[in-house]
């Protein structure tokens, strides 16, 4: 009898970090492999699926407008439940800290099935931030039968909470993993065009990237953080060229078009897609954002960055000196975005950091790892 694995993902970063698995997973004699997307974001998940040839089995189409968590978390729980029910998985894989990914442990408890989450371990140890990660991550964990913990520091944490060592399993970040396999890829045309328009490509000027969309960053701090970028650019009108996806909540949208929107060396983007995002951030100087995902990625591509949050899940960048904490004052990230651009020592510095986050071969481990579970718990 095949193992049978199903992995269930909602959102683009989900995508991104789980499709290096599920190639691994379908290349693996023994395993039969399906994929569930909730589409808990549409556009975005889909952009992904494309690039990386991933076809899923069931999609439940469930992204609605203004639809809030509680909302996303009873639909998910209906649709969800239906599949389980139907294919009876061995194994359920999830990745990261969404609401699919603390919905999908819950119904995998329910319905007595074996999970692995992906990317486990990471903390703040502030339930509120981010907001509701940091609590999706928690309750993914204490359901889940594997823990693929992507650096030392996340086992360590999870060892703290009182899991068995044996379910722990330390594979790097499967982001890494992505990058490797796409980042050699062409250059997408729409995204030279624009890079050549603005001078970044001749070397006239120096790209920034910027992504800011989190909840807890909603109304003053985005607006704060809108501050400083103007700030910047306007310091720097001859020589930065900052570029800026602007996501589609309009908690974020409204405030950075005001604020930014007549900005000339600020260009505005509708949301690009990851082949895109990655090619600009291999060309950017330093990278500006409060996401989680793009912290490890920016590390791997040796791009300093400046994290708009105040506390991060990833301190290994920090500890690892690429990233630097600054939240969403105003004047801190105006003055480390200066320190960078006019220091060189301390540019070189955040550059040259060891990337802590994996050496690409993520994927391979955890896929091992489910093939020999019983072996890990001395079965």
């Not at 940091?134 to 993914?140: K, Y």
């Not at 603005?198 to 000027?205: A, F, I, T």
């Not at 995002?277 to 989680?292: A, K």
């Amino acid at each position: 009898m095949p193992l049978r694995v199903l992995s269930i993902f909602g959102t683009r970063p989900e995508a991104v970090k789980m499709a290096p698995v599920v190639r691994a997973l379908v290349s693996t004699p023994g395993i039969e492999s399906k994929v569930c997307v909730t589409a808990q974001h549409r556009e975005m998940l889909d952009q992904v699926l494309t690039l990386f040839d991933v076809k899923p089995d069931f999609d439940l189409d469930l992204m609605r407008e203004n639809q809030s968590l509680a909302q996303l978390s009873a639909h998910i729980f209906a649709r969800l439940d239906e599949v389980l029910a139907k294919e009876k998985p061995d194994w359920i894989l999830v990745q990261g800290d969404t609401t699919t990914v603390m919905i999908s442990a819950l119904l995998s408890f329910y319905n007595r099935i074996r999970i692995g989450h992906v990317e486990a371990g990471l903390r703040t140890g502030d339930k509120w931030q981010p907001f509701p990660e940091e609590i999706n991550r928690r309750v993914t964990g204490v359901v889940a039968d594997v823990h693929f913990a992507p650096t030392g520091h996340s086992r360590q944490n999870l060892l703290r909470e009182g899991v068995e060592e044996w379910r722990v399993v330390v594979t790097g970040n499967p982001v890494i993993d992505a990058l490797q396999w796409i980042g050699s890829r062409t250059m997408p045309a729409d995204v030279e065009q624009l890079l050549d328009r603005v001078e970044v490509l001749s070397g006239k000027r120096q790209l920034v990237l910027v992504t800011a969309h989190r909840r807890e960053n909603f109304g003053k701090p985005i607006e704060d953080i809108c501050r400083a970028l103007r700030t910047l650019a306007e310091s720097y009108p001859d020589r930065l060229q900052l570029v800026y996806p602007v996501h589609l909540n309009p908690n974020i949208q409204e405030p950075v078009y005001r604020l930014l929107g007549d900005v000339d060396n600020i260009t505005l983007l509708p949301p690009v897609g990851y082949l895109s995002l990655v090619h600009l951030m291999q060309q950017s100087v330093i990278v500006l954002t409060d996401s989680g995902g793009i912290q490890e990625e920016a590390t791997a591509l040796n791009k300093p960055t400046l994290v708009m949050r105040r506390v991060t899940e990833r301190p290994e960048g920090v500890e690892a000196g690429v990233l630097k904490l600054v939240g969403s004052d105003t004047q801190l990230i105006v003055e480390e975005a200066r320190r960078l651009l006019e220091d060189k020592e301390a540019y070189e510095k955040m550059k040259q950091a060891e990337n802590p986050f994996g050496d690409g071969r993520a994927a391979e481990r955890i896929v091992r790892a489910l093939v020999n579970f019983k072996e890990i718990q001395g079965a």
